[in-house]
């Protein structure tokens, strides 16, 4: 079982990138299910019906949220009966959404968690470790394959996660911070891991915004609404081959392609 995880859609270049490159992308790694984070997805924060939509229209299979999940109030409208996309489980049990869902893929079932993380993070959340505990014991149930979407700012509380989960659950990806990280690794129990998977869209600018905008919000320190960057989109993704039979993890590739545009079909680097 190969899946392909892509880290945070940003706004409408990551969407571009993806509804013209995923296609041929697909042919060259063959994974069986695609996953993305896509808290970002519509004007860099968010995201509405439209945008969900487009992005399964891609070939994308599920949808993974974070911090931003509620900050386009259409969501409120859509969320529950969507069934192919997961917000944080750790968040208090009366926001709509669900934290985890089961996808059949290729004749086996994949179980799909959703995490955020509480240091440095809003808002506030139940303790993901604990939340975890529960889910995957639910999950376990009737998946052999589970993979974990844990939206967290540090270092050491991703690495803690994948300790902890080892063996329980077939990877843990971080996402979140847009830079993609080159940590990835199977953990000693058959966990893939990868502090952060990065994100897709806009390469030229400052996590995905106009550079001069945050250039200037930093020397100024005043606020700005932010836009999407122009010029050249890169994707960052990870490819995780599973062993169907056990849900161990045997191998976890980092891969950072680079477009000049979002439509163009050329290459500019593959890692």
Not at 24 to 39: G, H, M, P, V
Not at 85 to 100: E, F, I, L
Not at 162 to 174: C, H, K, N
Not at 265 to 270: E, G, K, L, V
């Amino acid at each position: 079982m190969k899946i392909f995880f892509i880290g945070d859609i940003f706004a409408r270049p990551g969407r571009l990138l993806l509804s013209n490159q995923l296609e041929t992308l697909k042919r060259q790694y063959e994974w069986d299910i695609c996953i993305a984070n896509a808290e970002n997805a519509a004007g860099g924060k968010g995201i509405n019906y439209n945008v969900a939509c487009e992005i399964f229209d891609s070939g994308v299979d599920a949808i993974t949220m974070g911090n931003h999940t509620w900050a386009r109030k259409e969501i409120y409208n859509f969320i529950d009966s969507c069934h192919k996309m997961v917000r944080p489980a750790n968040y208090p049990k009366s926001v709509p959404g669900k934290g985890r869902l089961i996808i059949e893929k290729s004749g086996f079932k994949i179980g799909i968690l959703n995490l955020i993380g509480r240091v440095y993070m809003d808002p506030p959340s139940d303790c993901p470790f604990l939340i975890a505990d529960r889910e995957i014991s639910f999950l376990r149930q009737q998946c052999q394959i589970i993979l974990v979407d844990f939206h967290a700012e540090a270092t050491s509380e991703k690495i803690a996660m994948s300790y902890y989960l080892d063996g329980r659950v077939s990877a843990v990806v971080g996402t979140h911070t847009h830079v993609q990280t080159a940590d990835e690794k199977i953990m000693g129990r058959g966990t893939a891991y990868i502090t952060d998977v990065g994100m897709t869209g806009p390469s030229e600018g400052i996590l995905g915004v106009d550079k001069k905008q945050i250039l200037n919000k930093f020397i100024t320190g005043l606020p700005s609404r932010f836009e999407p960057a122009d010029g050249g989109v890169f994707l960052n993704a990870v490819l995780i081959n599973i062993d169907e039979n056990t849900g161990k993890a045997t191998e976890i590739k980092r891969i950072s392609e680079s477009y000049k545009t979002a439509a163009d079909n050329t290459i500019m680097a593959t890692y």
